[in-house]
C-alpha cells in the first residue's frame, strides 16, 4: 500500500497491482505521480525554488531544480521586460506631457503657448524672408566695419538709406541743453567774476579778480574793481 495520498483518480484512494489500473493520476509528499497499468509509480515533476537575475538589458530566471530561462527586453513587436535605458527616457518625460501638442507661435496660454520666445525683430514679422531683407535687416561684422569711427548708424530725420551719423551730432533734450546753456565756458571761468553790488550804496562792482604774494601786491596800485587774494 502507499503513502497517504491527496488524488486526483477514477474511485480509489489506494494503489495495488489490482486497482493500478483505476488510477491515473495522484501527488504525495514527493510530488505529481503517475501509475501505469501494471501498477509502476513514475515521478511527473516536483518542487522547485525560482529565482532572478536582471542585467540592463534582460532579466534571467533561475530554477533550483530544472532549466534556467531568460526573459530579453521587450521591443517594438513582442513583449519582454523594461530595459534600464527604457526606464530611464520614461523617467525623463514630464509628468502630464502630452505628444500630441502642437506649439503655437501666437498662443498666449495652454500647452501650445511657447515660453520665453527671443525677440526676433522685424524680420520675424515677414511671411517671407528673402536674401535683400537680411542684407537690410541683420547686423553683421561686414557692416559694422564699414562704419566712421565714433558714429551710429542711422538718420537724423527723414527716410532713406541709414547713414553714419557722427556723436556730436546726435540731438539732445530740451531740458539736457537748457541746462548746458546756463553753465559757463571753460575759457571764460577764469576771467569772469560775479560781482552784484544792487542795494549797496558806495560799493564797487568787482570785475576782476586773481591771486598774488605779498611782495607782488606790494608793487602795484589796486583798483577798486579788481578783488586781490594775497597768497604764500
Not at 483505476?22 to 510530488?31: I, M, P, Q, R, S
Not at 527716410?159 to 540731438?171: E, R
Not at 569772469?192 to 591771486?211: E, L, P
Given at each position: 500500500?502507499?503513502?497517504?495520498?491527496?488524488?486526483?483518480?477514477?474511485?480509489?484512494n489506494?494503489?495495488?497491482?489490482?486497482?493500478?489500473?483505476?488510477?491515473?493520476?495522484?501527488?504525495?509528499?514527493?510530488?505529481?505521480?503517475?501509475?501505469?497499468?501494471?501498477?509502476?509509480?513514475?515521478s511527473?515533476?516536483?518542487?522547485?525554488?525560482?529565482?532572478?537575475?536582471?542585467?540592463?538589458?534582460q532579466?534571467?530566471?533561475?530554477?533550483?531544480?530544472?532549466?534556467?530561462?531568460?526573459?530579453?527586453?521587450?521591443?517594438?513587436?513582442?513583449?519582454?521586460v523594461?530595459s534600464?535605458?527604457?526606464?530611464?527616457?520614461?523617467?525623463?518625460i514630464?509628468?502630464g506631457?502630452?505628444?500630441?501638442?502642437?506649439?503655437?507661435?501666437n498662443?498666449?496660454?495652454?500647452?501650445?503657448?511657447?515660453l520665453n520666445?527671443?525677440?526676433?525683430?522685424?524680420l520675424?514679422?515677414?511671411?517671407?524672408v528673402?536674401?535683400?531683407?537680411?542684407?537690410?535687416?541683420?547686423?553683421?561684422?561686414?557692416e559694422?566695419?564699414?562704419?566712421?569711427?565714433?558714429?551710429?548708424?542711422?538718420?537724423?530725420?527723414?527716410?532713406?538709406t541709414a547713414?553714419?551719423?557722427?556723436?556730436?551730432?546726435?540731438?539732445i533734450?530740451?531740458?539736457?541743453?537748457?541746462?548746458?546753456?546756463?553753465?559757463?565756458?571753460?575759457?571764460?571761468?577764469?576771467?569772469?567774476?560775479?560781482?552784484?553790488?544792487?542795494?549797496?550804496?558806495?560799493?564797487?562792482?568787482?570785475?576782476?579778480?586773481?591771486?598774488?604774494?605779498?611782495?607782488?601786491?606790494?608793487?602795484?596800485?589796486?583798483?577798486?574793481?579788481?578783488?586781490?587774494?594775497?597768497?604764500?
Amino acid at each position: 500500500m502507499q503513502p497517504p495520498v491527496i488524488s486526483i483518480k477514477k474511485n480509489t484512494n489506494t494503489v495495488t497491482a489490482s486497482t493500478a489500473g483505476e488510477l491515473d493520476l495522484f501527488a504525495d509528499n514527493d510530488g505529481l505521480k503517475t501509475v501505469d497499468e501494471s501498477g509502476n509509480i513514475t515521478s511527473v515533476g516536483g518542487t522547485t525554488n525560482l529565482s532572478n537575475t536582471p542585467s540592463a538589458t534582460q532579466v534571467v530566471i533561475e530554477s533550483s531544480s530544472g532549466s534556467d530561462t531568460t526573459l530579453a527586453a521587450a521591443i517594438s513587436s513582442l513583449a519582454g521586460v523594461m530595459s534600464a535605458a527604457d526606464k530611464t527616457k520614461l523617467d525623463g518625460i514630464q509628468s502630464g506631457a502630452e505628444a500630441n501638442v502642437n506649439a503655437d507661435w501666437n498662443a498666449l496660454s495652454g500647452d501650445a503657448q511657447i515660453l520665453n520666445k527671443p525677440n526676433l525683430g522685424v524680420l520675424a514679422l515677414l511671411d517671407q524672408v528673402d536674401t535683400a531683407q537680411i542684407v537690410n535687416h541683420a547686423v553683421t561684422n561686414q557692416e559694422l566695419a564699414t562704419m566712421n569711427a565714433n558714429t551710429v548708424k542711422g538718420r537724423l530725420s527723414g527716410n532713406g538709406t541709414a547713414q553714419d551719423v557722427a556723436m556730436s551730432s546726435l540731438p539732445i533734450s530740451t531740458a539736457t541743453q537748457t541746462a548746458l546753456d546756463l553753465k559757463l565756458e571753460a575759457s571764460d571761468i577764469a576771467n569772469k567774476v560775479s560781482s552784484d553790488t544792487t542795494g549797496v550804496t558806495g560799493a564797487d562792482q568787482i570785475t576782476n579778480m586773481f591771486s598774488l604774494t605779498q611782495a607782488e601786491y606790494d608793487l602795484i596800485t589796486p583798483d577798486s574793481e579788481t578783488f586781490y587774494l594775497i597768497v604764500g
